[in-house]
């Protein structure tokens, strides 16, 4: 077994989130890494943002594995991929890219149910559990099997994640992902409903870490919410430079500092 894929798996205990504040580059990473990350987890709209592509199964697989390798390849700490849908449709697609992406170095990936360019928000159960399966195939990679039902907003979307999570968990995932629950008590029911680690995504105003570990999570990410916060600093400096020729908001972490992450 791969060393940091037991490692990473071994993090994930209900009650005791591991904390993931997701990286887009090998830089951001190297700066989680720094800050104490006991793994580094990738955002696909902060990857997506910073090769030039929107989020939403838009970027190309060969310049989202490339990244992972440069992430994998720049620390030290598990490296787990968001690969969307996994840049394909068909089962044997998803376990080509997982494959890819366990050989790029990632002991984890996250893969999405929604349905980016069919009709429907969510892609048929059945379709996804093949998928999940495909991608749990591949040994050695801790499969996060994401559920969209809050974030596109489905109706009772509590019981329709209960019974995704017992499809996708029955087809061979190792945790699952509800972003967008944010209701302690409703996590509460779900963790205690589900045999596996249970990931939730956090943004202003959502419960703490503490108030989660209590509602049984085990796992906490922040999805895109840092590189927006990234992206937001470098817009109002751009601004205020640009509007204001002053300099205000470009203060920041020491340049030797954040050099010295490099090597």
């Given at each position: 077994?791969?060393?940091?894929?037991?490692?990473?798996?071994?993090?994930?205990?209900?009650?005791?989130?591991?904390?993931?504040?997701?990286?887009?580059?090998?830089?951001?990473?190297?700066?989680?890494?720094?800050?104490?990350?006991?793994?580094?987890?990738?955002?696909s709209a902060g990857v997506a943002w910073s090769l030039g592509s929107p989020d939403g199964d838009r970027l190309s697989r060969d310049r989202a594995v490339d990244l992972v390798a440069r992430i994998a390849a720049a620390v030290r700490v598990p490296v787990t991929a968001d690969i969307e849908g996994g840049y394909a449709t068909k089962p044997e697609g998803v376990r080509e890219t997982a494959s890819l992406v366990a050989e790029a170095g990632a002991v984890g990936v996250n893969i999405e149910d929604a349905d980016h360019d069919g009709g429907a928000p969510l892609l048929e159960i059945g379709a996804q559990a093949d998928r999940i399966a495909a991608a749990a195939s591949v040994a050695d990679l801790f499969v996060n099997a994401r559920i969209d039902t809050y974030l596109r907003g489905l109706a009772s979307p509590f019981d329709e994640?209960?019974?995704?999570?017992?499809?996708?968990?029955?087809?061979?995932?190792?945790?699952?992902?509800?972003?967008?629950?944010?209701?302690?008590?409703?996590?509460?029911?779900?963790?205690?409903?589900?045999?596996?680690?249970?990931?939730?995504?956090?943004?202003p105003g959502a419960p703490s870490v503490s108030a989660l570990a209590a509602a049984g999570v085990a796992r906490v990410s922040a999805g895109s919410g840092l590189a927006q916060a990234a992206y937001t600093t470098a817009r109002r400096g751009a601004e205020e430079m640009l509007r204001l020729g002053t300099y205000d908001a470009l203060a920041g972490d020491d340049f030797g500092a954040l050099n010295g992450l490099f090597g």
């Open positions: 077994m791969n060393a940091k894929h037991g490692e990473f798996a071994a993090l994930h205990r209900k009650g005791e989130p591991l904390v993931l504040p997701n990286a887009w580059d090998a830089a951001s990473a190297l700066i989680v890494e720094a800050a104490g990350a006991r793994a580094v987890a990738t955002t994640t209960v019974k995704r999570a017992e499809a996708y968990l029955a087809a061979g995932a190792h945790g699952i992902f509800v972003p967008g629950l944010a209701d302690t008590d409703a996590i509460s029911t779900l963790t205690a409903r589900l045999d596996a680690p249970v990931n939730i995504m956090v943004w």
